[in-house]
T-cell receptor, first 112, second 113 residues
């Protein structure tokens, strides 16, 4: 079993939809949680960086962390075609702090 | 403010050869981490450097080695290349001896023939 599980999709939604992306994990030592966006032929771009449980909002993006369930989510409101990309969850903590463990990535397409 | 820069962008090698990839961190960052990303997969951690020493290592063989220079830039070396080493190699930098979020470069795409 992988430490971090992420549904690879692909996910296809119409412009303006609310998108929900999710990851589950097994390592209870993880304390820092990130979401990255990766366009084709580019490196991952940091979208959200959160510590421990709770919510964080930045513009159209909201990150949620539920450590009791070992479950994290990223919500995208009013999705745009420019949001079409691969979304990667990543996490770190404990004795391996600094080593990011990634999910497989979810491919998202927002069509006009 | 320049972000993380990597060179070269693309590289083609044959089995058994050796390769060196380079990374310059974002201004103000002192820690560099390297990742390997196979097609359709999330990045896999190779190792992390700060203060010119390897601080953590992932599950990669000794054929993968690295170096960090006094100006915080870094190199990744891979010896005895295998077909399975074909991947996107990503460098990430972070501040505070690894105590902050990691920012990635656009990677070096390595193809082994």
């Amino acid at each position: 079993q992988k430490e971090v599980e992420q549904d690879p999709g692909p996910l296809s939604v119409p412009e303006g939809a609310i998108v929900s992306l999710n990851c589950t994990y097994s390592n209870s030592a993880f304390q820092y949680f990130m979401w990255y966006r990766q366009y084709s032929r580019k490196g991952p771009e940091l979208l959200m960086y959160t510590y421990s449980s709770g919510n964080k909002e930045d513009g159209r993006f909201t990150a949620q962390v539920d450590k009791s369930s070992k479950y994290i989510s990223l919500f995208i409101r009013d999705s745009q075609p420019s949001d079409s990309a691969t979304y990667l969850c990543a996490m770190t903590g404990g004795t391996s702090y600094g080593k990011l463990t990634f999910g497989q990535g979810t491919i998202l397409t927002v069509h006009p | 403010d320049a972000g993380v820069t990597q060179s070269p962008t693309h590289l083609i090698k044959t089995r058994g050869q050796q390769v060196t990839l380079r990374c310059s961190p974002k201004s103000g960052h002192d820690t560099v981490s390297w990742y390997q990303q196979a097609l359709g997969q999330g990045p896999q951690f190779i190792f992390q450097y700060y203060e010119e020493e390897e601080r953590q290592r992932g599950n990669f063989p000794d054929r993968f080695s690295g170096h960090q220079f006094p100006n915080y830039s870094s190199e990744l070396n891979v010896n005895a290349l295998l077909l399975g080493d074909s991947a996107l190699y990503l460098c990430a930098s972070s501040p505070l001896r690894g105590g902050g979020p990691q920012h990635f470069g656009d990677g070096t795409r390595l193809s082994i023939l």
